[in-house]
């Protein structure tokens, strides 16, 4: 076999077609089979299950149009021009059973995992779903940006741990931004770089994070432009379109079964498969069958089978989004269309990590309601459970609804305490006390405008107090509220944050009109936003008439007072013979594996999206490396790549940032390490 090789190589090396003959030539040689030969891609095993048990659209018809009685129609992703990888991420390709490098080095991958060719096997689609936006039903939505391509089989070594979250055994893969569908309503299908970067870097964040989410496998951008006006300020410019390659179980969501709900009494709208009960029924057993083996296997009664269902949902969520309360984590559009039926993170749009903690921090520049703030996530996705009930009705009785929705707040207050409990180092006891103590160490990081991430990481600093320590107590104290001091909002930070966001003249006539027609205030304000700009104003007002040295001293007794009681509590952990050592060691092992070193600042991001504008995309590469490993700090790694390379920071280099908004200004913009409290600019960026 080798000399014919041999033979055959020497023939073919006289001949101008060498290189092509060569291959063909080994693939026939190689088990007779071409797929040696074949893009990795190529290889890909498809089985598209939800295509096979989901109704389909019967409609080629092209446009933007209602679909009844259907759960997903076919689509024709459109081609970008000359498509380039950005970036890929190993992890997540992995689950596919595909090597990055080999994808990288793939001539068809860019065009492949943007849509541009279509694999074997794939069956481009876009789902159907409905769904209450800002508390408001909107009816038909749908992806209307976003291609589902079909299921990829797991490969046979995919470790039992993946196997157990994603009982299937496939992938389902999507393209997001790959052209029009039935579903784009006004817009075009297109998605441009910075907020493919956005949604690529903050699905692997949040998945290295240990939350669970939606993966990104890959960013391809293009020569293809659409026009966007960035700050809806009536200035659009040309951008590059770029697609997404997103990864999950699943992306049925809350709004997939919100289809078939009846007209709304408020906005008159109703689901377009409204009337199509059956089509609830068959959606309703794949998504048990499939992704909840267990529950159906236990219950032979439907009304139990679909309650235990609703009740493992439910705990998903209430866990989930204690996760996200955990890390800082403001998901921006949390209507019922962006959650997840499987209790992932779902769709990353206007999120944030919260720099300096503030409970009423919106990341979302467009909620001008304060819908969607950090504090109130929670309690959003319990209002968001109970429409997925109504969805339900009546195959999940509402009495039985009740009760599961009931069950809620005890979950979430449990998995938060249990995650608090971590961050704080208290792993011996589950004290009474420690609900207050934690609620204490937030509002003080809130009155001082101490950085979340950081203030948190700098707790394993401070050790347990014992009998035989050298300092005394007093001495302990203080060092540790000056740990704490570093991360705290200067004067002109807190005078910054406070302004009003409303304009005075606006805010007076809003509270005239409260007192003389409150049924016209309700109609174009509510009392909490005007709540919230008087407590603005009434801090605003405060912070004037201090000094930098007051608020230093106010900020060190908020710190001194909190430590001391952090430290009795740390106290209890240490009694009944307690190596005080081993415990110490231990605290700081799995304090730093649950406050992350770094996360995915705006900034950050910010800094990513501008080189990769600008053609450089070894930003966007070596963020998604640090934050891989986000609990860590990674040796060569402390700085962003201009910075590490020796490379001055760029004053004013732009006039205009941010995923949707801008830095106008001469500042410098001024390059921090990844781990660093924000810089100034900053705060300008404003994503929506």
Known sequence: MASVRARLTRLYISCPGFILLRSLSYAGMDDMGISTSRSCLERLQFDNVALKQLPLDPSTEPGVRQVRGACFSRVQPSPIKNPTFVA?????????????????????GPEYLSGSKVMSGSEPAAHCYCGHQFGQFAGQLGDGAACYLGEVKAPVD?????????????????????????????ADGRKVLRSSIREFLCSEAVFALGVPTTRAGSVVTSDSRVMRDIFYNGNPRMERCTVVLRI?????????FEIFKRADEFTGRQGPSYGHDEIRTQMLDYVIVNFYPEIHQNHSDRIERNTA????????????????????????????????ILGLTLDYGPFGFMDRFDPDFICNASDNSGRYTYQAQPAICRWNLARLAEALEPELPPDRAEQVLDEYLPLYNGFYLSNMRKKLGLLRKEEPEDEILITEFMQTMHNTGADFTNTFRSLSQISCPTQEAEEDESEAIKKATELLLQQCASLEELKAVNKPTMDPRELAMLLSMAQSNPALFQMISDRKTVARQLERLSRLKELMDTTAEQLRAKHTEDWSCWIKKYRQRLAHECEAGVDVKDLQKERICVMNNNNPHVVLRNYIAQNAIEAAENGD???VQRVLKVLEKPFSVQEGLEQPGSVARGGAAAPGERDEIGEEGNTSGAEARVLVPYDSKPPIWANEICVT
């Not at 596919?96 to 793939?106: H, I, P, Q």
């Not at 999950?248 to 997939?256: D, L, M, N, T």
């Open 88 to 108: 890929v991420s190993v992890p997540a390709l992995a689950l596919l059973g595909l090597d990055a490098d080999e994808v990288l080095k793939d001539p068809l």
């Open 158 to 186: 995919q470790s039992p741990e993946l196997l157990h979250e994603n009982p299937t055994g496939r992938w389902e893969i999507q393209v997001k931004g790959a052209g029009l569908t039935p579903y784009s309503r006004q």
């Open 248 to 256: 999950a179980p699943s992306f049925i969501r809350f709004g997939s």
């Open 309 to 340: 269902f609703f009740r493992e949902v439910t705990l998903r969520t209430a866990k989930l989004v204690a996760q996200w309360q955990c890390l800082g984590f403001c998901h921006g559009v949390l209507n019922t269309d962006n959650m997840s």
């Open 617 to 619: 995309f070894s930003e």
